[in-house]
């Protein structure tokens, strides 16, 4: 993730009077003067040349943790980043509502994809839809879908199975949302002990609403795509629960739950990936799959790193962190850009050279580099027996997941082609 800063702010940078600040190495969104001094925060951020746009990570929230020592603009950041939260849970619980319990039609999934349910956060954002109760009218929301579209929202309403999962789900909502509204009175205390006693509180309860939207029981029922959305409003709690530490200055517990929500988000991946049992599934959770890996787990490891640099800093720096002036106000790392998803396109043009077990194990590698040293093993044993000279490991190592996935199933097959012939002349 590259930070990107006002055009004075980086001519700056460019002509050596303000430099980045780094820690261990890692870029962090913050610009200080010769003389040390504080002088900015970035206005934005990019992943992989695209403007920076996590699916479930509030973005917001990444410097909120160093503004905490200036003023009120770190609760600002907190309450903005929480308002994110939010909007993202409630969308990504809508859709829900479309992918049902059990198996479902490929057109359901292209209705609520990545690139579409982006849509549906901007539309919630602008407030041309309203959130009700964790849900959203996916009819009119998705009218121009087609007919086929709304009789899937009929027979999922009609589910009975559905219905229990959305009963506990709407009564996880409503428990995240009164948490949330005790948050923002929280905020306004001026009494510190009795503003950490209610933000204690606020905390219990998103623990309560983290419990239903993990219920291991509710996410065996479900298929591959509605367990990952259930998974992704987990996530969603899981950093509005970090949030309540950072305000209460209890960096430690940030930066403990930041690395084990990053942690479970790969794990969690992992679970859904093994699950997926059809190329439906996997045109939905590809593209969605990766834009959490490089641009969701991006803004938890940065915040992270910004959490952990504060830790480190003596109270000198700390003092002059408090007295910074960031004139700018435009701080805004996440944009939400409605065109075709990268990771789509990416994807499409996987899938023209692959298939189906090959793709999904791709998609594996990301998360168990362990399994792709496994298939380099396998490939380049079958690549002695049969003479390919040129697949030894050291190339193997630098051959694409594409390749790697591939050259595995390639020789897979012709194993058990050859075995099957085996056993034929046996015979």
């Given at each position: 993730?590259l ?29 200080r ?28 929230l990444?410097?909120?943790g ?16 929480l ?25 359901a999934?292209?209705?609520?994809n ?9 539309e ?19 009218k ?21 999962h959305?009963t ?13 509204n ?15 006693a ?61 690395i084990?929500?990053?942690?479970k ?31 969701d ?114 020789f ?6 050859k ?9």
């Amino acid at each position: 993730m590259l930070f990107q800063f006002a055009p004075a702010i980086q001519a700056g940078i460019d002509a050596g009077k303000y430099l980045q600040v780094f820690s261990n190495g890692v870029p962090l969104s913050m610009v200080r003067g010769a003389n040390g001094q504080f002088i900015a925060h970035a206005i934005g951020a990019t992943v992989n040349n695209s403007p920076l746009s996590p699916l479930i990570a509030a973005s917001n929230l990444v410097t909120s943790g160093a503004q905490m020592y200036q003023t009120h603009q770190g609760f600002t950041a907190v309450l903005n980043g929480l308002q994110t939260i939010q909007t993202s849970l409630g969308v990504l619980q809508a859709t829900t509502a479309l992918i049902g319990v059990g198996t479902i039609a490929g057109v359901a999934l292209t209705a609520v994809n990545l690139h579409q349910t982006m849509k549906l956060r901007k539309e919630v954002e602008q407030m041309r839809l309203e959130v009700k109760n964790g849900f959203i009218d996916l009819k009119q929301a998705l009218k121009g879908q087609g007919v086929e579209i709304r009789q899937i929202i009929e027979q999922v309403a009609q589910d009975i199975k559905f219905e229990q999962h959305r009963t506990a789900l709407v009564r996880a909502y409503g428990v995240f949302i009164q948490a949330m509204n005790r948050f923002r009175s929280a905020m306004q205390l001026q009494d510190f002990s009795r503003r950490n006693a209610e933000i204690d509180g606020v905390r219990g309860m998103l623990f309560t609403a983290l419990a239903d939207y993990s219920n291991p029981h509710l996410l065996e029922e479900t298929c591959a795509a509605g367990q990952l959305r259930r998974l992704e409003c987990a996530w969603a709690i899981e950093q509005a629960i970090v949030a309540t530490y950072q305000v209460q200055n209890e960096v430690s517990a940030v930066s403990d739950r930041l690395i084990l929500l990053q942690d479970k988000i790969c794990k969690d991946a992992l679970t859904v990936i093994n699950r997926c049992e059809s190329h439906d599934e996997l045109d939905f959770l590809f593209p969605e799959i990766i834009r959490i890996k490089n641009h969701d787990l991006a803004v938890l490891d940065s915040w992270q790193n910004h959490v952990d640099w504060m830790q480190s800093l003596p109270s000198s720096e700390l003092k002059l962190l408090s007295s910074a002036d960031f004139n700018s106000s435009d701080t805004h790392y996440s944009t939400t850009n409605l065109a075709e998803p990268p990771e789509q396109l990416v994807y499409e043009s996987l899938a023209e050279k692959s298939h189906f077990y090959s793709l999904r194990d791709q998609l594996l590698f990301i998360f168990e580099p362990e399994l792709r040293r496994e298939y380099e093993f396998y490939i380049s044993e079958q690549a002695v027996i049969t003479g390919y000279k040129t697949l030894v490991t050291s190339n193997l190592q630098q051959a694409s997941d594409l390749t790697i996935g591939n050259l595995y199933y390639y020789f897979e097959i012709r194993d058990e082609s050859k075995d099957e012939t085996g056993l034929v002349s046996a015979n």
